[in-house]
């Protein structure tokens, strides 16, 4: 979910057109990677949990209207 482990995929061999990161889905986040919660202080778990359940929404949404067509 961050830089890291984009990286790490491209260098298996997984094809650059087919990965991305999943904050790349939510149109109003701030940065692309999901930071690491346990680096977040107290809210950091509640923080991540959030990026990551409105990344998870709006790539849903991409996934049901491209089902649509």
Request: charged share 35%; with cysteine; net charge negative.
């Amino acid at each position: 979910m961050d830089r890291r482990n984009l990286a790490d995929l491209l260098a298996m061999g997984f094809e650059e057109n087919r990965v991305r990161l999943l904050r790349s889905f939510d149109a109003e986040a701030s940065a692309p990677d999901v930071p690491d919660p346990y680096y977040g202080g107290e809210d950091g778990f509640d923080t991540v949990y959030a990026m990551i359940r409105s990344a998870c929404e709006r790539l849903l949404d991409k996934l049901e209207s491209v089902e649509q067509c």
